[in-house]
């Protein structure tokens, strides 16, 4: 069973992402002052003050409120989350940037570049530095620049999500359950009747999954099951155990089991319908990845004959479901299949903080951008694929 073909990411697209994230990365001590000097000038300027200080909480939520993302003519919206590398040798870059890159040469819209994303990003409040500096030179508690940081991104990224139309490109290589972009803005494009799952187009490529009996994970690869799959129920552990009882199973539902449970409840075309089956039975066959994989052959020989089960078919063996990746990022990006801490430009958070709420930033910006599973690279030749490695570390910036 074959992975989907996508378009590609050109070698110049590659590059440029980089230089943008170098540049952008480049935070000298002149760049922290003029960041923190702007965003209190701005605060006074709109009389925005507790007392001697000014109110960074107060103006970042009001901004953001008040200047909702405007639909960009004739523009697709581009989401991101993690980062991604074009093959296993070169460097990863963040998904954020890639997106940044991409909208160059692909007319994409960011929304770290809509008017009041541009000027949140300016802030760099995603840049632990440029908070410390607020909080000795202006007396700003950090916590409170947080606070303020994490809803203005939040509700731009809502808006950005209902200003969309028609279709969505999306920057992530696995979309982790708790980024902003697999736990807000994914669902919701999902369930929006004018977009839905046939409209949202992955760019970069999903990584492979080692543990995965191959049909599976070419099947995890198509855009509408991704689309509705996150990483934490295809994990080679299974899902935590908020997620089996959110999905209404038992603690002890064996993860190939749960897989195929999540699996029978996506919205699908009726030309994924019969694949999705095969891999339903396929999953339900054996009660671990280890023994579908040892099973190989004989499985496989057998999956167009079994009609779909579910899971409460069967008696699912005994055992823990293990648990799922951290789930504190909000904005997270990945690097092709193992994403990595990174700052995203414009939303996402810092190293430390994990995923994205407008940007991907596990505290910050609810917005997320665009995978990774792309090989990027040279065009023509098929970079070689990264395993996936395990669960997602924090990202940073708005993305997640």
């Not at 074959?2 to 378009?7: D, F």
């Not at 209190?40 to 953001?64: I, Q």
């Not at 543990?211 to 129920?233: G, I, K, N, S, W």
């Not at 779909?308 to 823990?320: F, H, I, L, N, Y």
Request: with cysteine; net charge negative.
């Amino acid at each position: 069973m074959a992975r989907p073909s996508r378009a590609r990411i050109t070698a110049a697209e590659w590059n440029d992402a980089h230089k943008i994230q170098k540049d952008y990365k480049d935070l000298t001590p002149d760049r922290v002052e003029a960041a923190a000097r702007s965003l209190v000038e701005d605060c006074r300027n709109s009389g925005y003050m507790v007392g001697p200080r000014v109110d960074v909480r107060g103006y970042l939520n009001d901004y953001a409120a008040r200047n909702p993302v405007d639909r960009a003519d004739h523009k697709t919206f581009a989401f991101w989350s993690y980062e991604s590398a074009p093959d296993a040798s070169s460097d990863p870059v963040e998904n954020h940037f890639l997106a940044k890159a991409c909208a160059k040469t692909r007319g994409y819209q960011v929304l770290s570049e809509t008017s009041t994303g541009e000027k949140l990003d300016s802030y760099r409040l995603f840049d632990p530095e440029v908070i410390e500096y607020l909080d000795i030179e202006y007396n700003i508690p950090e916590s409170e620049t947080e606070e303020g940081r994490d809803r203005a991104w939040s509700d731009l990224s809502k808006s950005f999500v209902e200003a969309s139309r028609d279709e969505v490109h999306v920057f992530v290589p696995d979309v982790h359950q708790e980024s902003i972009l697999g736990k807000d803005e994914l669902p919701a494009l999902v369930s929006r009747p004018d977009i839905g799952p046939e409209n949202i187009h992955f760019v970069t490529d999903l990584p492979e999954h080692a543990h995965l009996p191959r049909e599976v994970d070419a099947f995890l690869a198509h855009d509408q099951v991704r689309a509705q799959v996150t990483m934490d129920h295809y994990s080679k552990d299974g899902p935590s155990a908020d997620v089996l009882a959110d999905a209404g199973l038992p603690p002890d539902t064996r993860p190939p089991h749960a897989l195929a449970h999540k699996l029978s409840t996506i919205d699908l075309s009726p030309d994924l319908m019969d694949e999705r089956d095969r891999v339903v039975s396929l999953l339900n066959s054996r009660d671990s990845y280890a023994e579908l994989q040892q099973s190989g052959r004989d499985v496989a020989a057998t999956r167009g004959s079994v009609p779909a089960v579910g899971v409460g078919t069967e008696a699912p063996a005994k055992g823990s479901s293990g648990t799922s990746p951290g789930a504190e990022d909000l904005l997270s990006r990945a690097r092709a299949g193992a994403p990595k801490p990174a700052h995203s430009a414009g939303t996402g958070v810092p190293a430390a903080k994990e995923n994205h709420v407008g940007f991907d930033a596990s505290q910050a910006l609810p917005h997320a951008g665009p995978p990774k599973r792309d090989g990027g690279g040279t065009q023509g030749k098929q970079p070689p694929r990264i395993p996936h490695a395990g669960g997602p570390n924090r990202g940073q910036g708005r993305g997640d």
